[in-house]
């Protein structure tokens, strides 16, 4: 599992899929998200600004990454 350790408060779902190489943009991480691709905590969510703290689990794609 691959962690994301945060340097603010938070991250949005869209940028930490990018900084987790999940995604190659954010183009292609508002589309996979709008899809209904992602699980936050497993349970699907489909706002690409959704604040993601310590302790999170975003999942994609068969890949979890925690937030830290």
């Known amino acids: 599992m ?3 350790k945060v340097r603010d408060e938070f991250i949005k779902l869209g940028q930490a899929l990018k900084a987790s ?3 190659s943009s954010g183009v292609e991480a508002k589309i ?3 899809d209904g691709q992602v699980e936050v ?4 969510d489909t706002r690409r600004g959704r604040k ?5 689990m975003i999942t994609f794609d068969g890949k979890s990454v925690k937030i830290v």
């Open 41 to 44: 905590n497993g349970e699907v």
């Open 2 to 4: 691959q962690e994301i």
């Open 52 to 56: 993601l703290v310590p302790g999170d």
């Open 21 to 23: 190489n999940l995604v």
């Open 32 to 34: 996979v998200i709008q």
